[in-house]
């Protein structure tokens, strides 16, 4: 996990539904498989691009907007968000305040790491 967050924050790509994880046959990500009205898609009839248009909220008009750590969760995972408030575009509050205290954990071991360290987890980890 520790990986993945340094990757986001080297790179500056949130981790989105449909960018980063997308399940083969149908659904925006393998935890919306169990719910038919997420599904994107058939193999025959592919993806229908007005289902996939509704993942794609604008974070700028979301509470999302003044958070400082908009630009590590992207807005949160949609499938969380959708479980908890039934559209994606909606984070949990709670996970929110959980997940800003983990960012700030990581960015504080990062920031605190030597240069030379930094390259050397960089190097290690092909990032």
């Not at 984070?91 to 030597?114: G, N, T």
Request: charge should be negative; include cysteine.
């Amino acid at each position: 996990m520790f990986v993945l967050f340094i990757f986001i924050i080297h790179n500056k790509i949130p981790p989105v539904a449909g960018r980063h994880h997308i399940s083969i046959i149908t659904f925006p990500c393998h935890r919306f498989v169990s719910n038919k009205e997420t599904q994107i898609g058939t193999l025959n009839q592919g993806i229908n691009e007005e289902k996939t248009g509704k993942l794609k909220f604008s974070l700028s008009e979301s509470q999302c907007q003044d958070c400082w750590a908009v630009v590590l969760c992207g807005g949160g995972c949609p499938y969380e968000n959708y479980q908890e408030n039934k559209v994606i575009e909606v984070p949990d509050a709670a996970l929110c305040h959980v997940m800003r205290e983990v960012y700030d954990y990581i960015l504080r071991k990062y920031l605190s790491m030597p240069d030379a360290q930094r390259e050397e987890f960089f190097n290690l980890h092909n990032l």
